[in-house]
């Protein structure tokens, strides 16, 4: 994973990819990564809510599999769904075949068109293959809320100093995340509304 900001070679790896939306437009895309899972997703569900903003949910297909209840919520409430292979498979570790069925067999739970590869790497093989039928949607700005070296504020902070116009910021609903983000999140979507910016989802 990429601290904070993806480095410039990587926009170059992957040219087709999603990585800023619209530097003029004073919005960001939020996103969520690994879940749906009960100890984390209802609450970022009721935070999103709250603040009456829209994300995209990047799930893991064996998650949807499983909490089939908490992928509908999703939809029911507006959210966008990505696709974040089957079981968090590391495209590094595997072949374009045994990748791309994962992806598949993803997709027959999760039917999306956007797709974000699990640590952000992929062999070109498998982006190629991924580019001609998905949108691929990497990021701007990881809070990395899933670290155990990092506090809520340190998230909160995260979101501050890296986020632009036009930021993909992605968070997780995960386990690792979810004690710190109980108080980052609320933060951070407070901040980023007091800034100015819009809550969107992708075209």
Do not use: C
């Not at 939306?21 to 939020?30: G, S």
């Not at 590391?90 to 640590?119: D, F, M, Q």
């Not at 039928?133 to 990021?139: E, P």
């Not at 800034?195 to 992708?202: D, H, L, P, R, V």
């Amino acid at each position: 994973m990429i601290i904070e900001q993806p480095a410039a070679y990587l926009r170059w790896l992957y040219p087709k990819a999603y990585w800023r939306m619209d530097r003029h437009e004073k919005a960001v895309y939020l996103t969520f990564d690994d879940g749906p899972i009960p100890e984390a997703t209802p609450f970022i569900l009721d935070t999103l809510n709250a603040f009456d903003a829209k994300a995209t949910f990047f799930m893991v297909g064996d998650n949807v599999r499983k909490y089939p209840e908490l992928y509908q919520r999703i939809i029911d409430e507006g959210h966008q769904t990505g696709n974040h292979t089957h079981n968090h498979l590391g495209g590094l570790r595997h072949t374009i075949r045994e990748y791309s069925y994962n992806v598949e067999k993803a997709n027959a739970y999760i039917h999306s068109r956007y797709v974000r590869p699990p640590h952000g790497w992929m062999r070109m093989g498998q982006y190629a293959w991924l580019s001609r039928k998905y949108k691929v949607v990497m990021w701007d700005v990881v809070t990395r809320d899933y670290s155990k070296w990092m506090t809520a504020e340190d998230v909160v902070n995260n979101v501050k100093r890296y986020t632009r116009n036009g930021s993909i910021i992605t968070f997780h609903d995960s386990l690792k995340s979810i004690d710190k983000l109980r108080t980052a999140l609320p933060e951070s979507l407070r901040w980023l509304q007091s800034e100015g910016y819009a809550f969107k989802i992708f075209p």
